[in-house]
């Protein structure tokens, strides 16, 4: 911009107009024009209090030497001397709060319409601009600390001050009590620009602890007080200075003078004042934290800067102090609880009939063992308890008693309930052994009791030599009451199971009279109710020898006059004159019983052919029916391969009625099996095996598909001799479980694509996991077990992140065995084991809580129930044959 020179006081567009007159009143030239003055640039629009504003505007133009001044400019803002300059253009600069007048703080705000003009005493040119004064903001941080340890200092930003030497130890006591070693940590402060002044900051360190007692005098009750939990002590836990300490020291060896430190009302050191010099805008206060005996948990203090007693910075926009968060992690000794297998979950037996602890027959008691790591002088203890969170029993509910080879003449406190294990000078490693009491119902949940057993941090707070908890929960244990086999004397075969949501179990199956069933039994094997039967008592066919009834559970929430309401219900499937049957029941909200959920509660569906029912599925994000088995026929709009094909449905409730939606055929032209379905993937999924090619795949054997669309069907198989009889989706895995001869195991072509390979061997079980497209992620092949060779694989489960997997061996027993995707796995996630008792066929398997495997069998003593833990422990002695 440009203007011929008038008085300052004209305004930047009079200026402009004048400019305008003056090259009328110029005539016409044959030679071109000076430029006129003309400013370059465009200078910060924020400045800081105590912190230098420059800035060197650019000018051009003009017939002579450049003039320049500033209108509308705040005090503290002012150009150099302009005469006898060499070369054009203008340096401005100013200190906000310092330069025209010291006005501090005074000086904050925004500033518009500033203009910096140059002439050459005849033109000139202006440039308009706004400054915002802000405060310069102090930020102090610190990293994590731990007892026993000093922290490495993070990289310096900018100009700082020196950086402290941490490695010296210190020592620190409060009134009478002995001194204990310190460690030095930090924390930083920064001022977001380089000031002009010395800022000097007071410091103070500060915490929730809250107690009447003393210091160096604090009783149990104010360290277990829940308000308490979790803070630190300033004077017993975190000081500025210790009072055995001396002055730290920089790298070279020289005294911070950089800070002081100052007693507060305690009588021991815990502010002072920290001061950075002009230009520095990093610096550090030295504290120290005190290497205690006490185990607890990380602790949180405070460190506060309270006031800037020197210099121009602010504590927060409203300089009113600021503070940072100082975590104190714990360094003693840490303990962890594990089974005799390494894991941390179990369940125990308890007897229904036995409630004193002095019994003969008291329950069962179980092993476990407790390991200490971390380092540590002479004895250590370790108080435990259960959790508050997720516990359903009390610690007077269970017993735990200390081997006492263990404690190497040492006496334990033998009263119940103590449940404090101690770990003698050098021993690591303890052994205990708990058992757990009778229980009884409640309103609110049949469940088996749990125990999550963790540190007793309230009973062990301000007590030296205590371990600490390797985890916020130790072990869980769970406590089952069915401690036999349930079994059935009145002529009921059951043919599927499950678990409801409160731990009971449901049992389908067909009774004596040949009325299809479903029975409910609580957590002590005992029925619950009446028995619930099917197609309204209605005789099942001539063929009921061979009706199988599969059952599945599930919730729905229907929403009626905007309110939301979640009911459980049950599906049953079954096959009944050639066509298949879904029937919907649901549970009444204050009997708990059964009962149909609408008249048209039954719906007959089927093919062409004869269809049979072998699994049935509740899909929980639509709250629809699925159904798989086999037809020889053809559904609607599709057509037979050959043989027996496998078939997907899914049934949909439309008002008060159940349709027929959608249904998938696949098959070869041979004979198909279904070997499992699963609604645990966004769409139902289908395990079957064929004798010949399906859906034109190229293999044979092993298959799987999803959704009842035309979709792709993955064939696993190497040839006809593979067999598949399970199949499940879980962890977002899709795995077949069977038998075949070969050995399995997973190739990597490259990355995110697999090959599963096979290498001819002797007949052995084989879990194999594929992604839900068919690409191979898992395989195990499970060859002999306590020198059985495997006869077959028959069913399997999800257990955790594992699959339990049972079958027969050579010679007619029942195998259980875990297997894991773990690289290095424990053994309590991979083991396989021999059932002793004969003759067991495993019909089905259903995993309870992570806490019991839950098996149907067929054995020499019948159909029965058993329970096994999840380290493959029969929790259910096997019965008497009938």
Not at 725 to 742: C, E, K, M, Q, V
Request: hydrophobic share 35%; with cysteine; charged share 20%.
């Amino acid at each position: 911009m440009r203007a011929d020179l008038f008085s300052r006081t004209f305004s930047t567009g009079r200026l402009a107009g004048l400019a305008l007159v003056a090259l009328a009143a110029a005539g016409c030239k044959t030679e071109k024009d000076p430029d006129d003055p003309t400013l370059l640039g465009a200078p910060p629009t924020t400045a800081y209090i105590g912190v230098e504003y420059y800035y060197n505007w650019g000018a051009y133009g003009g017939e002579g030497i450049l003039d320049y001044s500033l209108t509308n400019a705040p005090a503290w803002l002012a150009l150099e001397d302009t005469s006898n300059k060499a070369r054009q253009g203008v340096i401005m600069r100013g200190v906000p709060g310092l330069t025209g007048g010291e006005r501090g703080l005074d000086d904050l705000g925004k500033t518009e319409d500033i203009d910096i003009v140059t002439t050459d005493g005849r033109m000139a040119g202006f440039q308009p601009f706004d400054i915002e004064v802000k405060h310069n903001l102090v930020s102090v941080e610190a990293p994590e600390f731990t007892e026993g340890e000093s922290p490495e200092i993070s990289a310096p930003r900018g100009e700082h001050c020196a950086l402290p030497e941490l490695e010296p130890e210190g020592a620190h006591s409060v009134s009478e009590t002995a001194a204990q070693p310190t460690r030095r940590v930090y924390a930083k402060v920064r001022l977001e620009r380089p000031s002009v002044t010395r800022v000097s900051i007071a410091f103070q360190l500060e915490s929730d602890f809250t107690c009447e007692d003393p210091v160096g005098a604090i009783s149990r009750e104010c360290h277990s007080a829940d308000s308490n939990m979790g803070r630190a002590i300033v004077g017993q836990d975190i000081v500025a200075l210790g009072s055995g300490s001396d002055h730290p020291v920089d790298e070279e060896g020289n005294e911070l003078g950089y800070v002081t430190y100052q007693e507060g009302p305690e009588g021991f050191y815990d502010r002072g004042v920290v001061t950075l010099e002009p230009g520095i805008s990093e610096c550090y206060i030295p504290l120290e934290v005190i290497d205690d005996k006490v185990a607890e948990p990380t602790e949180q203090a405070r460190l506060a800067l309270t006031e800037v007693r020197q210099g121009l910075a602010s504590l927060g926009n409203n300089n009113a102090g600021i503070s940072t968060n100082l975590a104190i992690a714990d360094n003693e000794p840490m303990v962890a609880l594990r089974t005799l297998n390494g894991g941390t979950r179990d369940t125990l037996n308890v007897d229904p009939e036995v409630t004193d602890v002095t019994s003969a027959g008291y329950n069962e008691e179980q092993v476990y063992a407790a390991i200490l790591t971390g380092e540590r002088e002479g004895q250590v203890n370790v108080k435990l308890t259960v959790s508050e969170q997720g516990s359903t029993v009390g610690t007077g509910d269970f017993v735990i008693v200390q081997a006492p080879e263990t404690l190497q003449g040492l006496t334990l406190d033998p009263e119940p309930g103590a449940n404090e294990l101690v770990f003698p000078a050098g021993v690591n490693e303890v052994q205990f052994s708990i058992t757990a009491k009778d229980y009884a119902d409640t309103a609110e949940s049949l469940h088996d009791r749990l125990a999550i057993l963790v540190v007793d941090v309230k009973g062990q707070a301000g007590l030296e030599n205590f371990a600490r908890g390797e985890s916020d929960e130790l072990m869980t244990l769970s406590f089952n009451r069915q401690i036999t086999p349930l079994t059935w004397t009145d002529g009921f075969v059951p043919t599927d199971m499950a678990t409801g949501s409160q731990g009971e179990l449901y049992v389908a199956g067909r009774g004596s009279d040949d009325v299809l069933q479903v029975r409910i039994y609580d957590q002590k094997g005992a029925q619950s109710g009446s028995t619930l039967e099917l197609n309204a008592g209605a005789t099942a066919t001539a063929a009921a020898t061979e009706v199988e009834v599969y059952l599945a559970l599930g919730k729905r929430t229907e929403r009626v006059d905007g309110r939301s309401t979640t009911y459980e219900e049950l599906v049953v499937a079954y096959s009944d004159a050639g066509q298949a049957v879904v029937e919907l029941y649901r549970k009444d909200g204050d009997t708990g019983a059964y009962g149909p959920v609408f008249d048209n509660y039954r719906l007959a569906f089927g093919s062409s052919g004869n269809d049979a029912v072998k699994r049935v599925g509740y899909q929980g994000t639509n709250a629809e029916l699925v159904v798989a088995g086999e037809s020889d026929g053809a559904w609607g709009g599709q057509s037979n391969s050959g043989g027996i094909d496998t078939f997907l449905a899914v049934v949909e409730t439309i008002g008060e009625e159940l349709k027929l939606k959608e249904v998938r055929q696949e098959g070869s032209t041979g004979n198909d099996r279904v070997a499992g379905a699963s609604t645990e993937f966004s769409t139902p999924m289908l395990f079957g095996y064929a004798p010949g090619v399906v859906d034109g795949n190229g293999a044979v054997g092993p298959f799987f598909y999803s959704g009842t669309a035309d979709g792709a069907v993955y064939g696993i198989g190497g040839d006809a001799s593979e067999q598949l009889r399970h199949g499940l989706y879980a962890n977002s895995t899709a795995w077949l479980i069977g038998d075949g001869p070969w050995s399995y195991s997973v190739t990597e072509v490259e990355e995110g694509d697999n090959e599963l390979e096979r290498t001819t061997g002797a007949t052995a079980g084989f879990v194999l996991g594929f992604t839900s497209t068919g690409v191979p992620k898992a395989a195990f092949t499970l060859a002999s077990v306590a020198d059985a060779a495997v006869n077959s694989l028959d069913k399997g489960v999800a257990l955790a992140s594992d699959v339990i997997a049972a079958g027969t061996l050579d010679g007619g027993q029942g195998l259980l065995a875990r297997v894991t995707t773990q690289k290095e796995p424990e053994l309590y996630q991979s083991w396989q084991k021999a059932l002793a008792e004969p003759g067991v066929q495993f019909l089905g398997l259903g995993n309870y809580r992570d806490d019991e495997i839950v098996a149907l069998v067929n054995s020499d003593a019948g159909h029965q129930i058993l329970l096994f833990s999840p380290e493959g422990r029969l929790l259910t002695a096997p019965a008497d044959n009938p």
